[in-house]
């Protein structure tokens, strides 16, 4: 792990996510819910809506959390499960 100017290292980081939201870069990169580090992870980080697009969640920042892949998955399985009547 390697913190240069106040900055994290961009590849803790979804490279994607990172064009779209350079500001996460000033985030820790752990996951938003459980809390592991990027470096922990098998698979790394992806960036998470905290409220889904498809609940009315915006595209900002804001609404944005980096998660790792299991806690993700374990939340989009619950988004949609909402959805399902
Ligand atoms: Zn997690």
Redesign the pocket.
């Known amino acids: 792990m390697s913190r240069s100017n106040g900055r994290w290292d961009a590849r803790w980081y979804p490279s994607k996510a990172v064009k779209r939201w350079p500001a996460l870069l000033r985030r820790p990169p752990r996951?938003?819910?459980?809390?592991?580090w990027a470096w922990e992870?098998d698979s790394g980080l992806t960036a998470d809506h905290k409220t889904p697009k498809a609940a009315g969640g915006s595209d900002k920042i804001k609404n944005i959390v980096l998660?790792?892949?299991?806690?993700?998955q374990r939340k989009a399985a619950r988004s949609v499960g909402q959805f399902v009547r």
């Open positions: 996951c938003g819910y459980c809390g592991r992870l998660a790792c892949k299991p806690c993700n």
